[in-house]
């Protein structure tokens, strides 16, 4: 081999060299400040919650760097794929669903001379057959009864010493307790809320309303 050859052999080996070392130092350069971004991240993240920051090593100038995730962005292309063909076939299944015909039924002569009495004043009067099933709305005297029968039924399971049920009563605001509206009444230090239609009773436990049962056989009935 001629000395000429050998020579621009070593030159075009000699600037693949640089080339390549131009390349790492540039992605070397990319990998380091991704790296500081991350830790800045990281660390401001760990001080606002108190706890200890371990940073992500910074490789060594020279050390081969890590390869992308080349499996990650196949999956993700996969997964890209077939739902834009689930979107294609829903699209198309879309355009050719046949959908149901309505049953009109067509208007009667009938139907049209009963419309025009109605919109002549002529309307039918509305009756309904069922009776009226609501639950009354007791007066707060009725309500104090059944306060006082249940005292008397859970004077120990409310924390009385005694039997209270006798004592004086002094009537509250009213309140809203498991979206029912409730009389308040206070007896011997304690708050109770009975509804409005007797069909609860509840003593004030801290902020909640705990129930309590009753036998509704002295004084309301």
Same mark, same amino acid.
């Given at each position: 081999m001629?000395?000429?050859?050998e020579?621009?052999?070593?030159?075009?080996?000699?600037?693949?060299?640089?080339?390549?070392?131009?390349? +790492?130092?540039?992605?070397?350069?990319?990998l &380091?400040?991704?790296?500081?971004?991350?830790?800045?991240?990281?660390?401001?993240?760990?001080?606002?919650?108190?706890?200890?920051?371990?940073?992500?090593?910074?490789?060594?100038?020279?050390?081969?760097?890590?390869?992308?995730?080349?499996?990650?962005? &196949?999956?993700?292309?996969?997964?890209?794929?077939?739902?834009?063909?689930?979107? %294609?076939?829903? %699209? &198309?299944?879309?355009?050719?669903f046949?959908?149901? $015909? /309505?049953n009109?039924?067509p208007?009667?002569?009938? !139907?049209?001379?009963?419309?025009?009495?109605?919109?002549?004043?002529e309307?039918?009067?509305?009756?309904?057959p *069922?009776? %009226?099933?609501?639950?009354p709305? +007791?007066?707060?005297?009725?309500?104090q009864?059944?306060?006082?029968?249940t005292i *008397?039924?859970?004077?120990?399971? %409310?924390?009385?010493?005694? !039997?209270v049920?006798?004592?004086?009563?002094?009537?509250?605001?009213?309140?809203?307790?498991?979206s029912? !509206?409730?009389?308040?009444?206070?007896?011997?230090?304690?708050?109770f809320?009975?509804?409005?239609?007797?069909?609860? &009773?509840?003593?004030? !436990?801290?902020k909640? +309303?705990?129930? /309590?049962?009753?036998?509704?056989? $002295? +004084? /309301?009935f």
């Amino acid at each position: 081999m001629s000395k000429d050859k050998e020579a621009k052999k070593a030159q075009k080996a000699e600037k693949k060299r640089i080339k390549a070392e131009k390349q +790492y130092d540039a992605a070397y350069s990319s990998l &380091v400040k991704k790296i500081e971004k991350k830790n800045a991240k990281s660390e401001k993240k760990a001080n606002k919650k108190n706890k200890p920051f371990t940073p992500i090593p910074i490789p060594e100038k020279g050390e081969p760097l890590p390869t992308g995730n080349k499996g990650g962005k &196949v999956v993700k292309a996969i997964i890209l794929a077939l739902l834009i063909v689930f979107f %294609i076939y829903f %699209i &198309v299944m879309w355009v050719n669903f046949q959908w149901p $015909e /309505l049953n009109i039924i067509p208007t009667s002569a009938s !139907d049209v001379v009963d419309d025009e009495k109605k919109s002549a004043g002529e309307v039918e009067t509305y009756s309904n057959p *069922h009776d %009226i099933t609501t639950t009354p709305t +007791y007066s707060s005297a009725e309500a104090q009864k059944l306060l006082k029968q249940t005292i *008397h039924d859970n004077w120990k399971e %409310i924390g009385f010493k005694s !039997d209270v049920s006798g004592e004086k009563m002094s009537k509250g605001s009213k309140t809203t307790v498991n979206s029912a !509206d409730c009389y308040t009444f206070t007896c011997s230090g304690k708050t109770f809320a009975v509804a409005t239609n007797l069909s609860a &009773v509840y003593v004030k !436990d801290g902020k909640e +309303y705990k129930p /309590l049962s009753f036998s509704n056989t $002295e +004084y /309301l009935f």
